[in-house]
C-alpha cells in the first residue's frame, strides 16, 4: 500500500513539472499577483487534472489520445483560451508591493477559471496523463491492494504530487516579487503573455495542418 501510494505521489509530480503554458500561466500569476492567485489558478488547474486523471482511470485514454475531432477540439478552442490568455497577460495591471491597495487584482473566482480552463483545453495536459498515469494503471503491481478499490486513492495521491510540486514552485516565484522593480514585474508578464499567445497559435497551426494536410 504504502509503495503504491508513494509511486502515485512521485508519479503526480512527474506530471507537473515539465514546463508548458499551465507553469508560465500561474507562474505569471505568482509574480504579478502573489501566492494568493497563484493558489486559486492551481486549484482549478488541479479539478482539470482529475477529470483527466479519472478518464484514463476508467479506461478512456484511447479515446482521448486517437479521436481526431477531440483532438481539433482541443487544437482550436485550446489555441482560442491561450491566445485569450496571452493577451490578457499582456494587458494585465501589475499589483507591485507596496503600492496603492486600490490596485486591480484578478479576482479568486478568475484565477480558478483560468486554472480549469487551461489545463482542460490543454492537448499536452492530456498527453501526459495517457502516457504517464495510463502506463501506472496499466503496469499495477500484483503486490498492491485491487486496482478497481483503491485506483481512486492513487489519483488522489498523483493529485497530491501535482499540488505539491505546483505549490512549491509558486512560493518560490511569489517571493521573488517583493526584490524585482515595478518596470521588471510588468516586463515579465509581457514576455508570459507573448508565450501563452505562441502556445496558442501553435495549437491552431497543429488544427490546420490536421484539416488540410491529412
Known amino acids: 500500500m504504502l509503495e503504491m501510494l508513494i509511486s502515485a505521489f512521485v508519479l503526480g509530480i512527474v506530471v507537473a513539472m515539465p514546463p508548458g503554458a499551465v507553469t508560465i500561466a500561474g507562474g505569471r500569476r505568482a509574480i504579478s499577483f502573489g501566492f494568493g492567485t497563484a493558489v486559486f489558478f492551481t486549484m482549478g488547474s488541479t479539478t482539470s ?5 479519472s478518464l484514463v482511470y476508467l479506461g478512456l485514454a484511447p479515446f482521448l489520445e486517437e479521436n481526431e475531432i477531440v483532438r481539433l477540439f482541443m487544437w482550436i478552442i485550446g489555441g482560442a483560451w491561450l491566445c485569450w490568455l496571452g493577451y ?5 495591471r501589475i499589483e507591485v508591493p507596496g503600492e496603492s491597495d486600490e490596485l486591480t487584482k484578478e479576482p479568486r473566482w478568475r484565477s480558478y477559471g483560468s486554472g480549469v480552463g487551461i489545463t482542460l483545453l490543454n492537448p499536452l495536459t492530456i498527453a501526459g496523463w495517457v502516457a504517464l498515469a495510463g502506463n501506472f494503471f496499466a503496469s499495477w503491481s500484483h503486490d498492491w491492494p485491487s486496482l478497481e478499490k483503491f485506483g481512486y486513492l492513487a489519483i488522489a495521491m498523483m493529485l497530491a ?3 505539491t510540486w505546483f505549490l512549491f514552485l509558486m512560493g518560490v516565484l511569489s517571493s521573488m516579487r517583493h526584490f524585482l522593480s515595478p518596470v521588471v514585474l ?3 508578464s ?3 503573455g ?3 499567445l505562441l502556445f496558442g497559435l501553435s495549437a491552431w497551426w497543429s488544427a490546420f495542418q490536421t484539416l488540410f494536410f491529412q
Do not use: H, K, N, P
Open 88 to 92: 490578457e497577460a499582456m494587458q494585465a
Open 161 to 163: 504530487g501535482v499540488v
Open 186 to 188: 510588468r516586463r515579465i
Open 190 to 192: 509581457l514576455v508570459s
Open 49 to 53: 487534472d482529475a477529470f483527466y486523471a
Open 194 to 196: 507573448v508565450m501563452l
